[in-house]
């Protein structure tokens, strides 16, 4: 196959930041996106509506003179301090779509996150009862569990309780990087649902440690196992609805990752379908790749299809060896080299 045509595809998780950053992230999403769900974590973190929709006229605005926009959906930043009345008050906005629950200490910008999760129960029974859904970065914090296995601690000790005691919350167990979140997901109520990463689709740990430690290549939930990635190439492709896009694209400028202690996060946004399809292709499910990256994410917002289209075409084609970041720089995945899709309708 050289040429495919989907339905627009929608990004449901993406991080933008903020200020002059916003100019070239959101330049990238508007590209070919439909509609994002905007990560919260920003310094300092959205956790009002109010503050959703200031974030959200950044975001339109760095877009004003943008050849096409995509739909910014907004998310609200759970702390300790959330209440009921601002869940209502999400719920009853046009632009909240989400709530995201970091652990505190679990990833980039999540100090102000959630340190006492059962104290929190009032709040998600607000959710479930406003419909709203929840995001979960699903990752323990604690010390002395190795951070290979924070994913699956997680979904033990939290997600599971969760899950089974607000069975009509919504929720999305976000970049998923392991069997265990896989199977977890396949096998609960229909209200789970994950995101998956191309990233996590494309490498192992092996990738970001064997010859070297590439500093490019390190995220959050970290790279697994081979054994792990296989299990996400097959649940992505396998047509299930629970499993849907989330670049989890998370600019950071190069000295914050090339230097001793280096931030968490791969810039994906550059090329983020095309990705994707490179996946799909190796797997020979390119037929698979519209209801992931275009379906099943709007199915489970409950927001309608998008109506129009895009086209890939296989054409190889150069990524830039560094992209503009405000006034800083980032490296993108795959810099400098050669990938075979390219957009060519629907932009
Ligand atoms: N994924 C990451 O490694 N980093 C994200 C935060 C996140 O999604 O956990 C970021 O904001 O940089
Ligand atoms: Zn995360
Ligand atoms: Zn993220």
Redesign the pocket.
């Known amino acids: 196959m050289n040429e495919l045509t989907i339905t627009r595809p929608d990004d449901w ?1 993406v ?1 933008l ?1 903020d200020g002059a950053a916003l100019a070239h992230t959101c330049a990238d999403m508007a590209r070919y996106f439909g509609r994002v769900i905007v ?1 919260p ?1 920003l310094t300092p973190p959205v956790t009002t509506v109010a503050q959703a929709a200031a974030y959200r006229k950044r975001i339109t605005a760095a877009m004003e003179n943008a050849p096409r926009q995509f739909e910014p959906l907004m998310v609200l930043y759970l702390t300790d301090q959330t209440d009921a009345a601002e869940i209502q008050l999400a719920a009853a906005s046009e632009f909240v779509h989400a709530v995201k629950l ?1 652990p505190a200490g ?5 100090d102000a996150g959630v340190a006492q999760l059962d104290a929190l129960y009032p709040v998600l029974a607000a959710m479930e009862e406003a419909d709203l859904p929840l995001l979960i ?1 699903g990752e323990v914090t604690d010390h002395e569990i190795d951070i290979f296995d924070r994913e699956k601690v997680f979904i033990d000790r939290h997600l599971a309780p969760i899950a089974a005691r607000f069975p009509g919350l919504r929720i999305v167990l ?2 998923i990087t392991t069997r265990d979140a896989v199977q977890f997901v396949r096998e609960a109520g229909k209200h789970v649902a994950a995101t998956i ?1 191309a990233h996590h689709l494309m490498f192992n740990r092996n990738d970001m440690l064997v010859g070297g430690i590439r500093p490019h290549y ?4 970290i790279l697994k196992r081979n054994v792990h990635q296989n299990e996400l190439m097959e649940a992505a492709s396998s047509g299930n609805p629970k499993f849907f896009l989330g670049t ?1 694209s ?3 400028a190069r000295g914050a990752k090339e230097t001793e202690c280096g ?4 810039y994906t946004g550059h090329a983020a379908i095309e990705f994707y399809a490179e996946v799909f292709e190796q797997l020979d499910a390119l037929d698979k790749l519209e209801g992931f990256a275009s379906h099943f994410g709007a199915d489970f917002y409950r927001l309608p299809r998008n109506r129009d289209t895009i086209t890939l075409r296989k054409d190889p084609w150069q990524v830039p060896a560094e992209l503009p970041l405000g006034e800083s720089t980032l490296q993108p995945l795959a810099a400098g080299e050669s990938l075979n899709w390219r957009v060519v309708a629907g932009e």
Do not use: F
């Open positions: 998780h991080h930041r990560m974590n970091y679990a990833t980039t910008n999540s970065h976000e970049h990463t390190y995220c959050l939930p989890d998370a600019p950071h931030c968490a996060g791969v």
